[in-house]
């Protein structure tokens, strides 16, 4: 089956996260604590350990640029100094960067508009196994949740 086409049940628990520039770190964050048993962070906590995975996703970056360089946006040092930012949002390449940097999987899903379906999109990570994933559901418009699984 392919990646597109496969789905997970749509009852699955979704945690809102606020929409402040960090919605993917704190959703990646939440699901990691949620993946090792921790309780979920508070939402000052959330912000803490998003700002923290930030730092160590750009300077994750800077590790590997041979290998990152090319599909970044623009000018690497730009998009580093920028990524830094609070506000700065994140997408595929961050999500990339977090399962190396948390050496967990990362599942990205999205609803489908048909059949109300939640549809996997992206899949990272997969090399530190693929059970048991960090589950963030991206709402197509630069927005992520966590799904509680």
């Known amino acids: 089956m392919l990646q597109s086409e496969r789905s997970l049940r749509s009852n699955l628990p979704i945690t809102r996260i606020p929409g402040d520039g960090r919605c993917l770190f ?4 939440y699901g990691a604590c949620l993946r090792t048993g921790e309780p979920p962070p508070s939402h000052t906590k959330q912000r803490e350990l998003a700002d923290e995975l930030r730092a ?10 041979a ?3 090319w599909f970044l946006e623009g000018d690497f040092n730009t998009y580093t100094i920028q990524m830094r930012k609070p506000q700065a ?9 977090s399962s190396h940097v ?3 999987p990362i599942t990205v ?17 997969q090399e ?4 048991n994933p ?6 197509g418009y630069g927005h992520y949740d966590v799904i509680q699984s």
């Open 56 to 65: 160590k996703v750009v300077d994750e970056f800077i590790k590997r640029r």
């Open 109 to 125: 899903v999205m609803q489908d508009t048909n059949s109300n379906n939640l549809k996997i999109i992206a899949e990272y990570g």
């Open 67 to 69: 290998d990152t360089e």
């Open 102 to 104: 948390l050496q967990m």
């Open 26 to 29: 704190r959703s990646v964050v």
């Open 89 to 97: 949002w994140g997408g595929e390449p961050e999500l990339l960067m």
């Open 134 to 139: 960090v589950r963030v559901i991206y709402d």
């Open 128 to 131: 530190y196994g693929k059970e």
